[in-house]
């Protein structure tokens, strides 16, 4: 989506940065949410984790991107995810009660501001949409189309997926184990709509996947895993 100069300004207004290695949280879910932060650099994963190691992934946050934002303007408020780092990452600390008062005296920010998390709330209800009406195969094949919209690279045999994703990652994001997704990767590169190059995963054939769950074309900004 396309910000303004206004509120990346807004967004600049940072109070520190802050390094994080790869593997530490930056946030808990149930944590006391007074805290934006904007993604610098590196990759971070947000999701659902309980306490016997189970993981629902419900998008990778890249720089550029803000995470924390649901909490704005809710008293209490507590955080409704949790962020892990998946890469070494720089992240930006906005202070929450900071941005809210310059969104309080700026409508035409405030806005803007709005648009852009009702943009992210649909991304966010696409996914769960996709996951409880097409089940597990479905959910590992709209997690593939919108891999290819947010890291796909064109190539003459089909798109690349520009990002490393063990298959256990791919699972987290399909509500399933492992073993599943194995099964189903392994079926789609029998089929030769999937391939692999370096570790990497290649969509030979992406018509397929779209007409196997009724692809609504949804706008590229929606079918994204951000």
């Given amino acids: 989506m396309y910000i303004s100069k206004d509120l990346k300004e807004l967004l600049a207004s940072v109070d520190h940065v ?3 290695k790869k593997n530490r949280f930056l946030f808990h879910e149930g944590g006391i949410a ?6 610098k650099s590196g990759r971070i994963q947000i999701g659902k984790f309980t306490s016997d190691g189970r993981e629902l992934s ?10 924390g934002e649901l909490t704005l303007f809710q ?11 998946i890469e070494d990452a720089e992240v930006a600390i906005i202070k929450k009660d900071h941005l809210e008062r310059e969104l ?3 409508s035409p920010l405030a806005f803007e ?3 852009w998390m009702s943009e992210h709330l649909q991304r966010t209800q696409t996914k769960f949409r996709d996951l409880v009406l097409h089940g597990k195969k479905g959910a590992l094949y709209s997690t593939l189309i919108r ?3 947010s890291y796909g690279i064109k190539r003459e045999d089909g798109i690349l997926i520009d990002i490393v994703l063990t298959n256990q990652e791919l699972a987290n994001f399909c509500a399933t184990s492992r073993e599943s997704v194995n099964r189903m990767l392994n079926d789609l590169k029998k089929k030769g709509i999937l391939s692999m ?9 992406l018509p397929f996947l779209k007409d196997e769950i009724n692809c609504d074309n949804c706008p590229i900004y929606l079918c994204r895993i951000e």
């Fill in 75 to 85: 008293a209490d408020a507590k955080y409704l995810f949790s962020a892990k780092i």
């Fill in 34 to 39: 007074d805290k934006l932060f904007i993604i």
């Fill in 104 to 106: 309080m005296h700026n």
């Fill in 147 to 149: 891999l290819t919209n």
């Fill in 58 to 67: 419900i998008s990778i946050c890249r720089e550029g991107d803000m995470t």
């Fill in 197 to 205: 190059d370096r570790n990497k995963i290649v969509v030979n054939e």
């Fill in 113 to 115: 501001f709005m648009r």
């Fill in 18 to 20: 802050t390094k994080i």
